[in-house]
Structures are given as C-alpha cells and as structure tokens.
C-alpha cells in the first residue's frame, strides 16, 4: 500500500523538526530534501520526476543526486542513519494503520 505523498511530507517534516513546506527550500548541507525524497520513493511510489515537480526542480536528475549522497552518507553518519531508520519505521506503521 502507498501512502498519499502529502501524508510521508508530514510525517517527514514532523520527525526532521520542520514545518511542512520547509522540504521545498534548497539549503546547503542539509538533509530535509533526500531523506524526503527517499521516503516519498519508497513510501509514496513516486519516481525521481514526480519528486523533483514535487520539489520545483527542474529533472529528475536532481533527486538522483541527492538520493546517491544520502545512501553514500548513511554508511559514515551514524546519527542521520538513526534519523532515516526511525522515520522508516514511523511511515511503515503508519502503512500498516492504513491497511487496517
């Protein structure tokens, strides 16, 4: 089942500390866009252009980017894996609510 792209953007923004809306700015070294990205991926089904419309950029490549520095930054930052494995699993129960 997959969620409603507006419902990962909230769930996201909640467990990163931002508002929604926030996810749509670009900021240097900040890690609201990929981590939003790959949940609306995996959660939401979306591909890397219906991200990037989502975002306001431009192509898709954009969201491919982002998404190879987060998997690249996962492995090293222990602190953002932590971060990304508890959404994951706050969205996950969040899909299981919905199925019920």
Not at 6 to 24: D, F, N, T
Not at 29 to 39: E, F, G, L, Q, Y
Not at 48 to 63: D, Y
């Given at each position: 089942?997959?969620?409603?792209?507006?419902?990962?953007?909230?769930?996201?923004?909640?467990?990163?500390?931002?508002?929604?809306?926030?996810?749509?700015?670009?900021?240097?070294?900040?890690?609201?866009?990929?981590?939003?990205?790959?949940?609306l991926n995996r959660y939401?089904?979306?591909?890397?252009?219906?991200?990037?419309?989502?975002?306001?950029?431009?192509?898709?490549?954009?969201?491919?980017?982002?998404?190879?520095?987060?998997?690249?930054?996962?492995?090293?930052?222990?602190?953002?894996?932590?971060?990304?494995?508890?959404?994951?699993?706050?969205?996950?129960?969040?899909?299981?609510?919905?199925?019920?």
């Amino acid at each position: 089942k997959r969620l409603d792209a507006s419902q990962i953007v909230e769930v996201a923004c909640r467990h990163l500390g931002v508002k929604p809306g926030q996810e749509r700015r670009r900021l240097r070294d900040s890690w609201v866009r990929p981590v939003v990205a790959r949940m609306l991926n995996r959660y939401g089904g979306l591909t890397q252009r219906e991200i990037a419309v989502h975002f306001g950029t431009g192509t898709g490549k954009s969201v491919s980017l982002q998404l190879q520095r987060l998997s690249a930054a996962l492995g090293a930052d222990r602190h953002l894996c932590k971060l990304v494995k508890g959404l994951e699993q706050e969205l996950q129960a969040t899909r299981n609510a919905a199925k019920h």
